[in-house]
């Protein structure tokens, strides 16, 4: 029968070993991440991400499936980075109104600020318009209060996060397809016509939709 010092012991070797698994597996999504804002990810072979990630080669595969599951991850890990940005700068405004406004804003934006991870959101992007990560939980967050506080209509938030998350893909393709397109404008106009949709009065929703938007640095 194991010994107190044994059974810890396992428990600190068992801790070591998850901790340098979580290690691992960060440092391929952040090669992943690397090469997305460089070149896209069809431009790297399995071996170079290991090689970029300074880890063995099978190890990429105790992790990820294929490539197309460690992109999905880096995507999935950067959307939570800029999440969490928005999060910070729009933290002393409690309107949920205007929080959804400058989410949806700010996120449309991405499409010239981050391209190369616009264009794998462009490619899959209804993968993530329900993620539990990301922009799309924060959406939903802001719908919740915004119904719960009586500034939106009683809406199903699964039905109004899937408008928002059309309404983003369609104005994210139409700025790949047209880079001299206003986007910012674009994005202040569709983030008022869901305002409106939500049920805020129409005065109301241009004035929200156009407000000054942070700079995320």
Do not use: W
Not at 113 to 133: F, I, K, N, Y
Not at 185 to 209: I, T
Request: charged letters at 30%.
């Amino acid at each position: 029968m194991p010994n107190q010092q044994d059974t810890t012991q396992a428990a600190a070797a068992g801790n070591r070993f998850e901790r340098r698994r979580a290690r691992t597996r960060q440092s391929l999504i952040t090669a992943a991440r690397q090469i997305l804002a460089e070149a896209g990810e069809g431009s790297a072979s399995i071996q170079e991400i290991a090689e970029r990630a300074d880890v063995g080669f099978g190890s990429f595969y105790n992790h990820f499936a294929s490539k197309t599951e460690l992109f999905d991850a880096a995507v999935a890990d950067a959307l939570e980075e800029f999440g969490e940005a928005f999060d910070r700068r729009l933290s002393g405004i409690d309107d949920p109104a205007e929080l959804l406004a400058a989410g949806f804003r700010l996120s449309a934006r991405m499409a010239r600020t981050q391209p190369e991870l616009m264009q794998v959101v462009r490619r899959r992007g209804l993968a993530h318009v329900h993620s539990d990560r990301g922009l799309a939980p924060r959406a939903r967050r802001d719908l919740e209060a915004g119904v719960a506080a009586g500034r939106f209509d009683p809406v199903d938030p699964t039905v109004a996060l899937a408008a928002l998350g059309g309404s983003l893909l369609s104005l994210v393709e139409l700025m790949f397809a047209r880079p001299d397109f206003d986007g910012d404008g674009a994005a202040a106009d569709l983030a008022e016509m869901m305002l409106r949709m939500l049920g805020v009065p129409p005065e109301d929703a241009r004035e929200v939709s156009r407000r000054p938007l942070p700079d995320l640095g």
